[in-house]
């Protein structure tokens, strides 16, 4: 991890952009290790904080693009089959198509804030054929809250304990920590989009009923 987070600041906003790509293909590299010490070294002059937001929203962009297209041309038959290989269990899959089919194109803004399902959701939404330019705004706006929380929260922790750079596990769990917050907002949000959905299309329902 440790190597990971070195290789951000010798490749600057390129290497954000190509671990955030790669974060969000679903291979094993946490955000967390890419964006909070990009940031501290941007509160040391190394590199510019809104710079490092907009490569890593963009990476994050580029990597379920990725995802998403592969998802459409490929198909669920080969996915269910394969995708132990990129670390993509059924039950995990299963998760992501649960979550697009009750949310939909809202429900891809909101998975982006919850880490569990943010890197597979384009999945789901590229197996469901969802329109790529609802899709790519969707993932855009959520991509964006996420990596703007984590970099300013990366700053604070690592600028109040720059030690944490040698220890990622732990600066790992204390930045889960202060994403509580970030969590509890997408929670409430997805509730509340959930609501109307539900709403709409049971007033839906009664119209054709009528």
């Known amino acids: 991890m440790t190597t990971w987070m070195h290789f951000v600041l ?3 906003y390129v290497g954000i952009f190509v671990m955030m790509a790669f974060e969000s293909t679903a291979l094993p590299i946490p955000a967390e290790i890419v964006i909070p010490p990009a940031a501290y070294w941007a509160a040391q002059g190394k590199l510019n904080l809104w710079g490092v ?3 890593a929203t963009l990476g994050s962009y580029a990597g379920s693009a990725i995802s998403y297209w592969v998802a459409w041309k490929v198909g669920r038959p080969l996915f269910e089959k394969y995708g132990r290989f990129l670390l993509l269990s059924p039950a995990k899959i299963a998760q992501a198509d649960d979550w697009f089919a009750s949310y939909g194109a809202g429900g891809v803004f909101v998975a982006r804030l919850l880490p569990a399902i943010r890197h597979v959701i384009s999945i789901p939404a590229g197996l469901f054929h969802m329109n ?3 899709f790519s705004l969707m993932t855009i706006l959520g ?5 703007t929380a984590l970099a300013f929260f990366g700053r604070e922790v690592l600028g109040g304990n720059p030690a944490l750079m040698n ?3 732990l600066m790992i769990a204390q930045l889960k920590a202060k994403l509580v917050w970030l969590i509890g907002f997408a929670v409430v949000v997805g509730l509340l989009y959930g609501i109307m959905t539900w709403m ?3 007033a839906a329902h009664a119209r054709r009923a009528a």
Not at 143 to 147: L, M, V
């Open 10 to 12: 010798e490749w600057g």
């Open 143 to 147: 991509a964006g809250i996420f990596c």
């Open 132 to 134: 790529f330019k609802k």
């Open 167 to 169: 220890d990622p596990s």
């Open 53 to 55: 937001i907009v490569a």
């Open 200 to 202: 709409q299309r049971r």
